[in-house]
């Protein structure tokens, strides 16, 4: 059996530091924001290239708390891809705004920027760029749309700490960027936390003071907040693992090489890379026009994987279903996509035996 993801294999090398990190924590009796949060809050921001990390208790506060930190309240649209984690939509109603639904780029499902752009209203505030699986949206067209129209961007990075775009890390390309550390992201804490990035003073002061109850100091509270810190667990245990980050992402890369070159010539659409992207294949999502067959089929051959996404957004239940004929690539998507495994620690045999089972089940052993 090869799972689609096992975690053990992340930590087994890493035992004894994580353990003197939550040992270093527990002694220092400091578990909400602290020396270790700080420091992590730091060291994120440094990878970005950006002056700010702000540390909150998960990736979708992060988006809430942004978004509101640069201007989105009642009354607001603000521009999302109608294909992503519900996250990446559900802030925007968090934050008293209207989601505008955006169909996405059937290679790289990001939002397609072209039509973003006619989905723009008078009311229009803001643009959430995803960097959906670990493959950077395009974020000169989208820095360039914003720019044109007076919006501000946030990139929703929970799936692309590490990724860059023409060179330049994601995060440093929009007014604030969210990270998610929920435990089987590419850089996963032991719970869950996030964290806000960004270059901005102002923004970076705004959701300082949101995470915790609008406090503007000394228990004077001068805005509705949330209850959403970084804890000193999560971020010992974070920090421990963010020096293996690079050495990860390679390993993930290195095993979508692996696949593109052993699934070359299968009907079934491999994902892109397209630059000046560089994609940390958070997730190797494939696609076929028989997708549950071919998971079905996965299985009877002992290979885990997984959908990300069986709805596209706006087709969810609490965006009231619906919309194939508008969100057309959206809702193709969340029929063919199939995430295979991709994760640090997988041997060889196993990358290779993956390679097989999807050749003989594609009929292309
Ligand atoms: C995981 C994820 C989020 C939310 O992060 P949580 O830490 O689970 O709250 C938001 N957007 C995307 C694209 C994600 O994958």
């Given at each position: 059996m090869i799972p689609f993801i096992d975690l053990t294999r992340q930590h087994a090398g890493l035992r004894a530091e994580l353990v003197a990190a939550t040992a270093r924590v527990l002694d220092s009796a400091?578990?909400?924001?602290?020396p270790e949060g700080e420091a992590l809050e730091a060291e994120l921001a440094a990878l970005a290239g950006v002056r700010h990390g702000i540390g909150v208790g998960s990736g979708t506060d992060a988006l809430r708390l942004a978004l509101t930190a640069v201007?989105?309240?009642?009354?607001d649209e603000v521009l999302t891809p109608a294909?992503?984690?519900?996250a990446s939509a559900s802030t925007i109603l968090m934050a008293g705004a209207v989601p505008v639904f955006v169909d996405v780029d059937?290679?790289?499902?990001?939002?397609d920027p072209d039509a973003a752009e006619r989905a723009i209203s008078a009311r229009t505030r803001a643009v959430v760029a995803v960097h959906l699986y670990g493959h950077p949206a395009p974020m000169d067209a989208v820095g360039a749309l914003a720019r044109r129209h007076g919006l501000a961007v946030i990139e929703d990075a929970a799936q692309a700490v590490g990724a860059s775009y023409a060179g330049r890390p994601?995060?440093?390309?929009?007014?604030a960027t969210c990270l998610s550390f929920?435990?089987?992201?590419?850089?996963?804490?032991?719970g869950d936390a996030g964290m806000v990035l960004t270059d901005r003073d102002d923004v970076a002061a705004r959701v300082r003071r949101l995470r915790h109850h609008?406090?503007?100091?000394?228990?004077?509270?001068v805005e509705l907040g949330l209850c959403s810190r970084l804890d000193e667990m999560q971020a010992a245990v974070l920090r421990v693992k963010l020096r293996r980050l690079a050495a990860w992402t390679d390993e993930h890369r290195r095993i979508a090489a692996c696949y593109d070159e052993g699934l070359a010539g299968l009907l079934l659409v491999r994902p892109v890379e397209r630059p000046p992207a560089r994609h940390v294949y958070h997730l190797y999502t494939v696609r076929h026009p028989d997708r549950d067959h071919l998971a079905k089929q996965l299985a009877d051959l002992g290979v885990g994987t997984a959908v990300?996404?069986?709805?596209p957004v706006p087709g969810q239940p609490l965006f009231g279903g619906g919309g194939e004929g508008r969100w057309p690539e959206a809702w193709r998507a969340s029929r063919e996509v199939l995430s295979l495994p991709c994760f640090a620690g997988m041997r060889d045999e196993e990358i290779h035996a993956v390679v097989r089972a999807v050749r003989l089940a594609c009929g292309g052993a």
């Open positions: 400091r578990f909400v924001l602290g201007g989105v309240g009642p009354g294909f992503s984690f519900v059937p290679a790289t499902f990001a939002l994601v995060g440093a390309w929009s007014d929920y435990p089987t992201k590419n850089l996963g804490a032991a609008g406090d503007g100091g000394r228990y004077r509270h990300h996404y069986p709805l």
